[in-house]
């Protein structure tokens, strides 16, 4: 009776429990991701989330759970969106958190947002000028997917 009860707990755990891995994550996305941060020494993580809040790739510190994350950054970009529409009726590109440990930028790629995460000393000018045009990158190959 003990097997049976232990075998019948398992397979109800398996079926109540929701599994936390999600898709293989895109080769070329990673890529861009390990690319910026070798380019720009600062960045302590870059994370690609979808605008509902699904993880899609990411590349954070150990102590930044990424699925939170990505949860964060898409109700910050659709706030976002919806302010900068307020005020001048127009799209959203950026938004840069300064915080006292760093900067969070979050940048609209299309369907996706890049998230970068970087130290309180690195220059936001130069992380804009390499961040931009991954985001690019992002949104137009996700979009050919």
Same mark, same amino acid.
Request: hydrophobic share 50%; net charge neutral; charged share 15%.
């Given at each position: @009776?003990?097997?049976?009860?232990?075998?019948?707990?398992?397979?109800?755990?398996?079926?109540?429990?929701?599994? @936390?891995?999600?898709?293989?994550?895109?080769? @070329?996305?990673?890529?861009?991701?390990?690319?910026?941060?070798?380019?720009?020494?600062?960045?302590?993580?870059?994370?690609?989330?979808?605008?509902?809040?699904?993880?899609?790739?990411?590349?954070?510190?150990?102590?930044?759970?990424?699925?939170?994350?990505?949860?964060?950054?898409?109700?910050?970009?659709?706030?976002?969106?919806?302010?900068?529409?307020?005020?001048?009726?127009?799209?959203?590109?950026?938004?840069?958190?300064?915080?006292?440990?760093?900067?969070?930028?979050?940048?609209?790629?299309?369907?996706?947002?890049?998230?970068?995460?970087?130290?309180?000393?690195?220059?936001?000018?130069?992380?804009?000028?390499?961040?931009?045009?991954?985001?690019?990158?992002?949104?137009?190959?996700?979009?050919?997917?």
């Amino acid at each position: @009776m003990t097997a049976r009860r232990t075998r019948l707990g398992e397979l109800m755990g398996r079926l109540t429990k929701v599994g @936390m891995s999600g898709p293989e994550p895109n080769a @070329m996305v990673m890529a861009q991701l390990h690319a910026l941060r070798a380019r720009v020494p600062q960045l302590t993580g870059t994370l690609v989330a979808s605008n509902d809040g699904l993880l899609v790739a990411h590349d954070l510190p150990p102590g930044v759970e990424p699925s939170t994350m990505a949860a964060m950054a898409a109700a910050h970009l659709a706030l976002s969106h919806r302010l900068a529409a307020a005020a001048f009726d127009g799209g959203f590109h950026e938004v840069v958190v300064r915080g006292v440990g760093g900067h969070v930028v979050i940048y609209a790629a299309g369907w996706t947002s890049l998230t970068v995460l970087a130290d309180a000393e690195a220059n936001v000018g130069r992380l804009h000028l390499e961040s931009r045009p991954v985001a690019r990158a992002i949104a137009d190959h996700l979009a050919a997917d």
